[in-house]
C-alpha cells in the first residue's frame, strides 16, 4: 500500500507538468505535510564557510533529504558532489522535492572577475551583464543554481569594508549595475541549464552603518531611505531578480530581517515581488541579541511574519516553527505562502523538470577556467581601472631597457582574487611582474624588490628596494590592501594606505625616478601624497585572474583607460560621509568669505577625485550643450543634445555623465543627480553629438507627502566627464 502511495504521489507531480507555474505550485504543496512544508523554509551550509556558529542539527545532510527537512544548501559545488545530494533528494525522500544550490559567486567561481567595485567603474552596464554571465556559465556548470549577488547596497563611507562588493554611492549607477547583474545571471530562460537565480542583497540600508562599522545600526529618514538606498532595489525587483536576501541591520530601531514594513508592505505590497527571501546567515537568530526576540523561538515566528521564507543557518525554523504551528502561534497560511514562494522559484529553475539538469561532469571540465572565460576577466579588468593621476608619464615607451616593480603586490598571487573570491585558483593569477615580462618578453629587464609587507612597521626591505630601484629607468610601485582588509567584517578606522608602505614611497621618491604607483585595494584610500608626487596613479581595485597582462596594457598604451570612479575619494578620513549628490543646507560653503558658512577649519569641502572622474590618455571636450525645449509639461520628455570632441592624439572611450538639479522643492533636493550615461569612442580629432533624454521618471522624487512625483519648477542640467567638471543649461517643468 505504502509504494502505491508513494507512485500516486509521483503520478500527481509528473502530470502537474503541463499545468502553470503557479498550478504546479499548489499541487506539490497540496502533497506536503507540516514537517515537509517548514523544511522548504530550512537552509544550512556544508560547514566550511565563514559565520557565526550556530546549534546545527544533529542529523546528517543525508538524513535532513531523505526527511524532507532541508530545502536548500549552499557552500556545496562539484558536478558529482551536488548531483548525489540531488538525488537523495528526488529518489529518498517521500515527496521527491528537488533541492535548491546556492552560492557566493560575487565576482566569479574558479575563474575570477574584477570585484564588483572595479566593475561598476567600467560605466558599462552591458560589459557587467556579460561578466555575470560568465560567471553563471562557470557556477552552474559546477552544480550551482542559484548565486547570493548582486549586493546592491548604497555605500557612502569608505570605511564599511563591503563597499568593495557593490557599485558605489550612486543610486542611478547602482540601480543600473545591478539590472546588468542580474540580467546576466539569469539569462532570457531561468530554466536554461546555464543560467542561474540572483539575490538582491542586502534588504535594507545596510550600507550606511553607522561609522563604516560593519553589522552596526542604520538610522535614517523614510525619505532618503526611499531615495537613495531602495532605489537599487527597486530596479532590480523590476528587472525580475527571483530572490531577495534580508540585512543584519536594523532601521530606525527594527532589525531588517523582523521587520514586516520592509518584507511584506514594501516589498511584496508596494514592489509586487513574488521570489521568495532568504535571510543573512542567521540573520533570524540574531533578532535575538538585537533585543527584539527573547529567544530563537520568538525570533522564528518574528522572522516568518515578517516574510524572510528561508532561514540561512539559524537553526531558529528547523527548531522551533512545527511547535509555533501546532501552538498556533504561526498560521498554515503563513507557512503555505512562503513554501509557495521557494516552490515557485524551483520550478522557474526547471528543477522539478530535470532535477540532475546542472550536474553535467562533462560540462563541468567544459565550462570551468576555460580558455575562453579566462579571457572574458581580462576584458572585463581593461574597462575596471581608473587613472587618477599622468602628467604624460604613461603610456611608457616599449624600448625602456630597465623597470623597477617596488611594493609587496607587485608579486602576489592571492591578494589580486579579492575578498569574496569564492573558489578563485591563484594559480592562475598573473601578477603585475609577469604581465610586464609577458608585454616586454627580453627586450626588457623586470626586477623586483617588495620593500614591505602591506601591514606591520618592517622596514627592513626598504634597502633592497632603494638598490633595486637605482638601477631602473622607471619604477612602478605596486602598493595598497591586502584583499583580506576589505570585504565583510572588515572596517577600517583609517583610509590610509596601511603598514610602512607609504613612507616606503616617499624613500624612493627622494631617488627622482619617474614613478606610476599600480594602488591595489577594496575602497577609496586617502592618497593626498601620492597626488602630489608620482607621475601616475592607476587605480586598478582587485582585477582578478589576468591583473598583471590588463595592469600591463594600461601601462603600455596597448589600451587607453576609460574607467570612472562609482564612489567619491576624500582628502581625509574627517571629511567622510563624502558624496556628490549632498544637499546644500541653509549656509553652503561661501569660499570668499566662509565664517559662518558649511565648511571644515582645516580642510577643504573638497574631494581629492570626485564622483565620475577618471582620465584617459587622450583629452575630451564637451560643447553646445542645447535642449530641445527649455520649458516643457511634467508628462513631456526633453533631449539634452551636446557635441563631445576627442582633442588628444589616442583613440580614447569618454564616459559622458548627465546631472540634474532640482532648484526648489517642496523638499530639499541634491545639488546634483546622476540621471543619465553613456559610454562614447572617438578617435583623435572625431566628435560626435550625443543625445540624452530626461524623462519624467528621471525628475520624480518623493515629495513632502512621501508621493514619487514630479513637480514643476526651475532645474539645471549638467553635462560632463564627471560630477565637477560640467557645462550647464536651464530648463523648466510647468503643469
Same mark, same amino acid.
Given at each position: 500500500?505504502?509504494?502505491?502511495?508513494?507512485?500516486?504521489?509521483?503520478?500527481?507531480?509528473?502530470?502537474?507538468?503541463?499545468?502553470?507555474?503557479?498550478?504546479?505550485?499548489?499541487?506539490?504543496?497540496?502533497?506536503?505535510?507540516?514537517?515537509?512544508?517548514?523544511?522548504?523554509?530550512?537552509?544550512?551550509?556544508?560547514?566550511?564557510?565563514?559565520?557565526?556558529?550556530?546549534?546545527?542539527?544533529?542529523?546528517?545532510?543525508?538524513?535532513?533529504?531523505?526527511?524532507?527537512?532541508?530545502?536548500?544548501?549552499?557552500?556545496?559545488?562539484?558536478?558529482?558532489?551536488?548531483?548525489?545530494?540531488?538525488?537523495?533528494?528526488?529518489?529518498?525522500?517521500?515527496?521527491?522535492?528537488?533541492?535548491?544550490?546556492?552560492?557566493? !559567486?560575487?565576482?566569479?567561481?574558479?575563474?575570477?572577475?574584477?570585484?564588483?567595485?572595479?566593475?561598476?567603474?567600467?560605466?558599462?552596464?552591458?560589459?557587467?551583464?556579460?561578466?555575470?554571465?560568465?560567471?553563471?556559465?562557470?557556477?552552474?556548470?559546477?552544480? !550551482?543554481?542559484?548565486?547570493?549577488?548582486?549586493?546592491?547596497?548604497?555605500?557612502?563611507?569608505?570605511?564599511?569594508?563591503?563597499?568593495?562588493?557593490?557599485?558605489?554611492?550612486?543610486?542611478?549607477?547602482?540601480?543600473?549595475?545591478?539590472?546588468?547583474?542580474?540580467?546576466?545571471?539569469?539569462?532570457?530562460?531561468?530554466?536554461?541549464?546555464?543560467?542561474?537565480?540572483?539575490?538582491?542583497?542586502?534588504?535594507?540600508?545596510?550600507?550606511?552603518?553607522?561609522?563604516?562599522?560593519?553589522?552596526?545600526?542604520?538610522?535614517?529618514?523614510?525619505?532618503?531611505?526611499?531615495?537613495?538606498?531602495?532605489?537599487?532595489?527597486?530596479?532590480?525587483?523590476?528587472?525580475?531578480?527571483?530572490?531577495?536576501?534580508?540585512?543584519?541591520?536594523?532601521?530606525?530601531?527594527?532589525?531588517?530581517?523582523?521587520?514586516?514594513?520592509?518584507?511584506?508592505?514594501?516589498?511584496?505590497?508596494?514592489?509586487?515581488?513574488?521570489?521568495?527571501? !532568504?535571510?543573512?546567515?542567521?540573520?533570524?537568530?540574531?533578532?535575538?541579541?538585537?533585543?527584539?526576540?527573547?529567544?530563537?523561538?520568538?525570533?522564528?515566528?518574528?522572522?516568518?511574519?515578517?516574510?524572510?521564507?528561508?532561514?540561512?543557518?539559524?537553526?531558529?525554523?528547523?527548531?522551533?516553527?512545527?511547535?509555533?504551528?501546532?501552538?498556533?502561534?504561526?498560521?498554515?497560511?503563513?507557512?503555505?505562502?512562503?513554501? /509557495?514562494?521557494?516552490?515557485?522559484?524551483?520550478?522557474?529553475?526547471?528543477?522539478?523538470?530535470?532535477?540532475?539538469?546542472?550536474?553535467?561532469?562533462?560540462?563541468?571540465?567544459?565550462?570551468?577556467?576555460?580558455?575562453?572565460?579566462?579571457?572574458?576577466?581580462?576584458?572585463?579588468?581593461?574597462?575596471?581601472?581608473?587613472?587618477?593621476?599622468?602628467?604624460?608619464?604613461?603610456?611608457?615607451?616599449?624600448?625602456?631597457?630597465?623597470?623597477?616593480?617596488?611594493?609587496?603586490?607587485?608579486?602576489?598571487?592571492?591578494?589580486?582574487?579579492?575578498?569574496?573570491?569564492? @573558489?578563485?585558483?591563484?594559480?592562475?593569477?598573473? +601578477?603585475?611582474?609577469?604581465?610586464?615580462?609577458?608585454?616586454?618578453?627580453?627586450?626588457?629587464?623586470?626586477?623586483?624588490?617588495?620593500?614591505?609587507?602591506?601591514?606591520?612597521?618592517?622596514?627592513?626591505?626598504?634597502?633592497?628596494?632603494?638598490? +633595486?630601484?637605482?638601477?631602473?629607468?622607471?619604477?612602478?610601485?605596486?602598493?595598497?590592501?591586502?584583499?583580506?582588509?576589505?570585504?565583510?567584517?572588515?572596517?577600517?578606522?583609517?583610509?590610509?594606505?596601511?603598514?610602512?608602505?607609504?613612507?616606503?614611497?616617499?624613500?624612493?621618491?627622494?631617488?627622482?625616478?619617474?614613478?606610476?604607483?599600480?594602488?591595489?585595494?577594496?575602497?577609496?584610500?586617502?592618497?593626498?601624497?601620492?597626488?602630489?608626487?608620482?607621475?601616475?596613479?592607476?587605480?586598478?581595485?582587485?582585477?582578478?585572474? @589576468?591583473?598583471?597582462?590588463?595592469?600591463?596594457?594600461?601601462?603600455?598604451?596597448?589600451?587607453?583607460?576609460?574607467?570612472?570612479?562609482?564612489?567619491?575619494?576624500?582628502?581625509?578620513?574627517?571629511?567622510?560621509?563624502?558624496?556628490?549628490?549632498?544637499?546644500?543646507?541653509? /549656509?553652503?560653503?561661501?569660499?570668499?568669505?566662509?565664517?559662518?558658512?558649511?565648511?571644515?577649519?582645516?580642510?577643504?569641502?573638497?574631494?581629492?577625485?570626485?564622483?565620475?572622474?577618471?582620465?584617459?590618455?587622450?583629452?575630451?571636450?564637451?560643447?553646445?550643450?542645447?535642449?530641445?525645449?527649455?520649458?516643457?509639461?511634467?508628462?513631456?520628455?526633453?533631449?539634452?543634445?551636446?557635441?563631445?570632441?576627442?582633442?588628444?592624439?589616442?583613440?580614447?572611450?569618454?564616459?559622458? @555623465?548627465?546631472?540634474?538639479?532640482?532648484?526648489?522643492?517642496?523638499?530639499? /533636493?541634491?545639488?546634483?543627480?546622476?540621471?543619465?550615461?553613456?559610454?562614447?569612442?572617438?578617435?583623435?580629432?572625431?566628435?560626435?553629438?550625443?543625445?540624452?533624454?530626461?524623462?519624467?521618471?528621471?525628475?520624480?522624487?518623493?515629495?513632502?507627502?512621501?508621493?514619487?512625483?514630479?513637480?514643476?519648477?526651475?532645474?539645471?542640467?549638467?553635462?560632463?566627464?564627471?560630477?565637477?567638471?560640467?557645462?550647464? @543649461?536651464?530648463?523648466?517643468?510647468?503643469?
Amino acid at each position: 500500500m505504502k509504494k502505491v502511495l508513494i507512485l500516486l504521489l509521483i503520478s500527481t507531480i509528473i502530470s502537474a507538468q503541463n499545468r502553470s507555474t503557479e498550478q504546479r505550485v499548489d499541487s506539490v504543496l497540496a502533497l506536503m505535510n507540516l514537517e515537509e512544508k517548514v523544511g522548504q523554509l530550512v537552509q544550512y551550509s556544508s560547514g566550511w564557510a565563514t559565520g557565526s556558529k550556530t546549534d546545527r542539527p544533529e542529523e546528517s545532510s543525508s538524513d535532513l533529504l531523505k526527511a524532507g527537512k532541508i530545502g536548500s544548501f549552499f557552500n556545496i559545488v562539484g558536478a558529482e558532489t551536488t548531483r548525489e545530494l540531488q538525488r537523495i533528494a528526488v529518489e529518498e525522500s517521500r515527496l521527491k522535492i528537488p533541492v535548491i544550490i546556492g552560492l557566493d !559567486v560575487i565576482h566569479g567561481y574558479k575563474s575570477t572577475f574584477p570585484v564588483p567595485i572595479a566593475e561598476a567603474s567600467s560605466w558599462n552596464p552591458e560589459l557587467v551583464k556579460k561578466s555575470a554571465r560568465w560567471q553563471a556559465i562557470e557556477s552552474s556548470a559546477a552544480g !550551482v543554481h542559484w548565486t547570493f549577488n548582486p549586493m546592491v547596497d548604497i555605500a557612502r563611507d569608505p570605511r564599511w569594508g563591503r563597499i568593495v562588493e557593490g557599485s558605489g554611492e550612486d543610486p542611478y549607477l547602482g540601480a543600473a549595475m545591478a539590472v546588468a547583474r542580474i540580467k546576466g545571471y539569469q539569462g532570457d530562460d531561468l530554466s536554461a541549464s546555464n543560467t542561474i537565480a540572483a539575490c538582491i542583497k542586502h534588504f535594507a540600508g545596510y550600507g550606511a552603518a553607522e561609522a563604516g562599522r560593519d553589522y552596526n545600526t542604520v538610522d535614517f529618514s523614510e525619505r532618503t531611505f526611499h531615495e537613495f538606498y531602495l532605489r537599487p532595489f527597486k530596479a532590480a525587483v523590476d528587472a525580475g531578480a527571483a530572490t531577495l536576501m534580508s540585512s543584519f541591520n536594523e532601521i530606525g530601531g527594527v532589525p531588517a530581517s523582523g521587520s514586516h514594513y520592509l518584507l511584506t508592505k514594501v516589498l511584496r505590497g508596494m514592489w509586487g515581488f513574488d521570489g521568495f527571501v !532568504v535571510s543573512d546567515w542567521n540573520s533570524v537568530g540574531e533578532l535575538v541579541p538585537h533585543g527584539v526576540a527573547a529567544n530563537l523561538k520568538e525570533a522564528a515566528e518574528l522572522g516568518l511574519e515578517a516574510g524572510v521564507d528561508m532561514d540561512m543557518e539559524g537553526n531558529a525554523y528547523f527548531r522551533h516553527m512545527v511547535e509555533l504551528v501546532n501552538e498556533g502561534m504561526v498560521s498554515i497560511e503563513t507557512i503555505d505562502e512562503s513554501v /509557495r514562494r521557494i516552490l515557485r522559484i524551483k520550478f522557474r529553475l526547471g528543477l522539478f523538470d530535470d532535477p540532475y539538469k546542472y550536474n553535467n561532469v562533462e560540462t563541468e571540465k567544459k565550462n570551468v577556467l576555460s580558455d575562453e572565460i579566462i579571457k572574458a576577466t581580462k576584458d572585463v579588468a581593461l574597462e575596471s581601472m581608473v587613472l587618477l593621476k599622468n602628467d604624460g608619464l604613461l603610456p611608457l615607451k616599449k624600448d625602456i631597457r630597465k623597470i623597477a616593480v617596488i611594493g609587496p603586490l607587485g608579486q602576489s598571487k592571492e591578494d589580486p582574487l579579492g575578498p569574496w573570491n569564492q @573558489q578563485g585558483q591563484k594559480d592562475y593569477v598573473v +601578477t603585475v611582474v609577469e604581465g610586464l615580462q609577458n608585454k616586454l618578453g627580453s627586450s626588457a629587464e623586470i626586477m623586483f624588490a617588495e620593500g614591505c609587507k602591506i601591514l606591520g612597521e618592517d622596514r627592513t626591505g626598504f634597502a633592497e628596494a632603494l638598490e +633595486t630601484a637605482k638601477k631602473a629607468d622607471v619604477i612602478v610601485l605596486s602598493l595598497g590592501e591586502s584583499l583580506h582588509l576589505s570585504g565583510e567584517a572588515q572596517s577600517r578606522s583609517t583610509l590610509d594606505v596601511p603598514g610602512v608602505q607609504e613612507e616606503l614611497a616617499k624613500e624612493l621618491h627622494k631617488l627622482g625616478k619617474p614613478m606610476v604607483l599600480v594602488l591595489m585595494n577594496g575602497r577609496p584610500l586617502t592618497i593626498n601624497w601620492f597626488d602630489e608626487n608620482v607621475n601616475a596613479i592607476l587605480e586598478c581595485w582587485f582585477l582578478g585572474l @589576468q591583473s598583471g597582462n590588463a595592469i600591463a596594457d594600461v601601462l603600455f598604451g596597448d589600451y587607453n583607460p576609460s574607467g570612472k570612479l562609482p564612489v567619491t575619494f576624500p582628502k581625509s578620513l574627517g571629511q567622510v560621509p563624502l558624496y556628490y549628490n549632498h544637499k546644500n543646507t541653509g /549656509r553652503p560653503l561661501n569660499p570668499k568669505v566662509p565664517a559662518y558658512t558649511s565648511h571644515y577649519n582645516d580642510e577643504s569641502n573638497d574631494p581629492l577625485y570626485p564622483f565620475g572622474y577618471g582620465l584617459s590618455f587622450t583629452k575630451f571636450e564637451y560643447s553646445d550643450l542645447k535642449l530641445s525645449k527649455s520649458e516643457f509639461k511634467k508628462d513631456e520628455s526633453i533631449k539634452v543634445i551636446f557635441t563631445l570632441k576627442n582633442t588628444g592624439k589616442y583613440a580614447g572611450e569618454e564616459v559622458a @555623465q548627465l546631472y540634474v538639479r532640482d532648484l526648489v522643492g517642496s523638499v530639499t /533636493r541634491p545639488v546634483k543627480e546622476l540621471k543619465d550615461f553613456a559610454k562614447i569612442k572617438l578617435n583623435p580629432g572625431e566628435s560626435k553629438m550625443v543625445e540624452f533624454s530626461i524623462t519624467p521618471e528621471k525628475l520624480k522624487f518623493f515629495d513632502l507627502n512621501m508621493d514619487f512625483v514630479v513637480e514643476p519648477g526651475d532645474f539645471k542640467v549638467f553635462i560632463g566627464g564627471n560630477s565637477v567638471d560640467v557645462i550647464e @543649461q536651464s530648463f523648466k517643468v510647468v503643469e
